[in-house]
């Protein structure tokens, strides 16, 4: 009887473990995406609703390159790695132009208009995507190793093991940036007053631009690994993604680096686990499809008793 | 210097919006002054036509609208004559993005645009919301994909579609489950939305009906990628079979993320929304050996769908899904205008209702609720990357070429049955009629020995 027992609840966690892989994958995603929208706002207090869609041309430009270079010979690992390099080449130009053309004009416009224009950038993004690359799906070649790994009981793929390290592996390396180099110390400046850092000397309109390039540059990474990791490229993926990025930016503590990384991996784990046994703790009346309202409950939770995220700073109003 | 720029602003506004104004009011002005009869009469019939062209749906409404421009093409190309004008088919493509709201507001426009008729919408979801705005209106509503039972019973008379609906389609779905299938336990995901949910509730009916067990009922939406928590969930339950009812956009990530979580054994299947090239491409190796189910008969089995096929494909690519439905809907009521010699919606909706029509799809006749009569429902496999047909369940023999082996099944039945009617009637001393039966009987079986040859030849 006891051996049921303990084979009763070694399978329970079997499961839960697999659960807590699966969303420690999806936060990892979350988190690098929701860096570009906190570092955004940040420096310049818009919130960056195009971001998603930089995620999505990262993930296209990538596809495309992959897709050139499939007959070319070379191992799949090294056409993976050309098509990151497009992808982040092309976000990056992206997210300059976005600043420039749409953002940098509005700098001192009312807190309103620069937020509408983001959104606009983001229909017009998504629309150019569906010109440019048509409505259909586009799949991922199967060329890199796609084995699973037994751990703990669950199911792990190569390309997620390497989606979490990588992840962990920028986010550090963001940090690294920020806390450890000059640029980093002028970022952190521009953020916590512009017009006193450029007394100071350092050059906000350089500094922005940067901004925006660093985070597309996250974004075009996340991008490979969502279409690696799902196999597919959508015109349309950027849409939610984006939006449950910048609810864990918002979890996290919004402008605050290392909220933005606490949010989106706390967002995938919210999400995994709230899917998983949702229907078990409402006794069925809430089934997994209210995953998407779990986590915005959390969210909103969070934010009545922490109004500035889990880690935000409370930022005192300007005078 | 500033008091001449707001100005200037003003000005440009005011013009850009007059421009705007103007060119809109353009549009219907042409259109009410053709119907003025003149030598020769034209009347432009214009044709609704809804479906998601945006969104992760949008490679499905795309093929549904092409679909219907090369019907419209067609029909305009054949210069016909209705009720003594010539008549000019025009093609009004929505997109409602496979969302309900978006699908009400786009078929009230469509009602102030005064359509002759509107084929779509494509999904359930949006299809029935919108069947009510047609028929306040009084303008027929063919669709060619929505499957959802409820769209025909709220008891609109505009309402109908070529596709057999979802109570036939689930039964057939949960008996294949169980029987075909091996499922024991069944897994149900679904996505939600009106056609998601209406399929899947008929197949965990049908399951339970025959004897399965369902081992969890999870949901998802249209649209989602990540499906691996509640699929997690799932394999705990070691299912047989896991039925997904939902669109292909989701069908395929959700095959991929089954298998690459070790659910190796357990057999995917699912409905219409999933009979796509589409599905492969997303799951890839994950889609081998699959199932599917789509109302009607293969392309090829029906008279002159291979020849639609082609051309199809040679204009607008590779067919996703609803393409041959959606261009029977719009012969349809082209139709149905031609033999009431009207383009008048009122005088040609009760033609709809008497159509007898062989279409690409399959033979089309509604019921009095608006359903088609004796649809079929046949089933797919994945095999080496395509989707092999395997059986049809349902519907009336196929005639003409191309007899299926399950047609020839149903032939040799109703000759069976024939000849028993015939056998009867000689026991009961009715020498003539029992002649007739015995005729019928004889005629019955050569048709159906022809049927089988055919069908064995092909094979």
Redesign the interface.
């Known amino acids: 009887m006891y051996a049921d027992a303990a084979f009763f609840s070694l ?2 966690m ?2 839960f473990i ?2 807590i892989i ?2 420690l ?2 936060g990892s995603i979350y988190a690098l995406v929701a860096l570009g929208y906190t570092m955004v706002y940040g420096i310049m207090g818009l919130i960056n609703f195009a971001h998603g869609e930089v995620v999505m041309i990262g993930a296209m430009v990538a596809l495309a390159v992959i897709r050139m270079l499939l007959d070319s010979g070379l191992p799949g690992i090294v056409i993976v790695l050309i098509g990151l390099a497009a992808a982040v080449l092309a976000c990056m130009a992206v997210g300059f132009t976005i600043e420039r053309v749409a953002y940098r004009p509005l700098r001192h416009a009312p807190r309103l208009a620069p937020l509408i224009t983001a959104i606009g950038v983001s229909i017009v993004l998504q ?1 150019l995507a ?1 010109l440019v690359w048509g ?3 586009h ?1 991922f070649p ?1 060329i890199l190793p ?1 084995s ?1 790994h037994e751990v703990l009981g669950a ?1 792990i ?1 190569s390309i997620q093991i390497a989606i979490i390290l990588i992840a962990a592996l920028m986010m550090l390396g963001l940090m690294l940036l920020i806390h450890r180099t000059r640029l980093g110390r002028a970022m952190r400046a521009t953020a916590e007053n512009p017009s006193i850092a450029q007394l100071m000397g350092v050059d906000i309109n350089r500094i922005i631009s940067l901004t925006f390039i660093i985070g597309s540059a996250l974004a075009a990474v996340a991008g490979l690994m ?1 279409s690696a990791n ?3 490229a ?1 015109y ?2 950027g ?2 993604l984006g939006l449950k990025a910048f609810t864990a930016a918002v979890l996290g503590g919004i402008g605050n680096i290392a909220g933005a990384m606490l949010g989106g991996i706390l967002l995938g784990l919210i ?6 046994y949702i ?1 078990d703790l409402t006794g069925g009346y809430f ?3 209210y ?2 309202v779990f986590a915005f409950f959390v969210l909103i939770g969070v934010l009545v008793f922490r109004p500035s995220g889990l880690i935000g700073e409370k930022v005192s109003e300007r005078a | 210097m500033e008091f001449s720029r707001v100005s200037g602003m003003t000005l440009a506004v005011t013009v850009a919006l007059a421009v705007i104004g103007c060119s809109q009011k353009e549009e219907p002005k042409p259109q009410a002054a053709a119907p003025a009869p003149a030598a020769q009469p034209e009347v432009t019939v214009k044709l609704g036509h809804v479906a998601p ?4 749906q ?2 499905l ?2 093929d549904n609208e092409n679909a219907a421009r090369m019907a419209v093409d067609e029909l305009n190309s054949q210069n016909l004559e209705i009720g003594g004008a010539k008549v000019k088919f025009e093609l009004l493509a929505e997109d409602d993005q496979a969302d309900p709201k978006q699908g009400t507001i786009v078929a009230q426009k469509l009602v102030d645009a005064k359509v002759n008729g509107v084929v779509g919408h494509l999904n359930s979801g949006t299809t029935i919301p919108a069947s009510k705005i047609y028929f306040d209106a009084g303008i027929p509503q063919i669709s060619g994909s929505a499957t959802n039972p409820k769209y025909t019973q709220q008891g609109f008379t505009t309402a109908f579609r070529v596709m057999s609906n979802d109570i036939q389609q689930g039964t057939v779905l949960g008996n294949y489950a169980v029987q075909q299938l091996a499922g024991k336990t069944v897994a149900i995901i679904d996505d ?1 939305s009106a056609y998601g949910q209406g399929l899947a509730d008929e197949f965990e009916k049908a399951v339970i009906a025959a004897g399965g067990k369902i081992a969890g ?5 249209d ?4 499906f ?3 699929l ?2 799932i ?2 339950k070691k299912p047989d079979v896991v039925f997904y009812g939902g669109m292909d ?1 989701q069908g ?2 959700m095959v ?2 089954m298998k ?3 659910l190796k054994k357990t057999k995917f299947l699912t409905g219409d929304g999933g009979c796509t090239p ?1 599905l492969i ?5 994950a889609a081998e050996g699959q199932y599917c189910s789509l109302p009607g008969v293969p392309l090829d089995q029906m008279p002159g769908g291979k020849a639609f096929g082609d051309k199809f494909t040679a204009k607008y690519g590779q067919i996703q899904l609803y393409a041959p439905y959606v261009y029977d809907a719009v012969m349809v009521m082209a139709d149905a205008m031609k033999r009431a010699n009207s383009v008048d919606s009122a005088k040609f909706l009760p033609e709809i209702g008497k159509t007898n029509y062989q279409g690409v799809s399959s033979k089309i006749s509604f019921d009095e609720k608006g359903d088609l009569k004796n649809g079929a429902i046949s089933l797919y496999q994945v095999k080496a990357g395509k989707w092999e047909y395997l059986e049809t369940m349902g519907g009336a023999p196929v005639e003409a070429n191309g007899t299926p082996i399950g047609a020839a099944k149903d032939a040799v039945q109703e000759a069976a049955k024939a000849t028993a009617e015939a056998a009867k009637a000689t026991g009961s001393a009715a020498k003539d009629v029992a002649k007739e039966g015995v005729k019928a009987g004889a005629e019955a079986v050569k048709g159906a020995a022809d049927a089988t040859k055919a069908a064995v030849e092909k094979k």
């Open positions: 399978a329970l079997d499961i697999q659960q699966n969303g994958v999806l629309n569906m409505r259909n799906y799949a199967p796609s699973e199911t793929t969502v799902y196999s597919i959508h349309y993926m849409f939610t999400e995994s686990l709230g899917a998983g229907g089934g997994s499809n995953q998407d | 062209l945006t969104g992760p949008s490679h409404g795309k939600r009922r999870e949901f998802t939406n649209k989602a990628t990540d691996s928590a509640i997690t969930k394999k705990a956009a395929g990530p991929k993320q690459a979580l070790g589409e491409k997303l799951a890839g190796e």
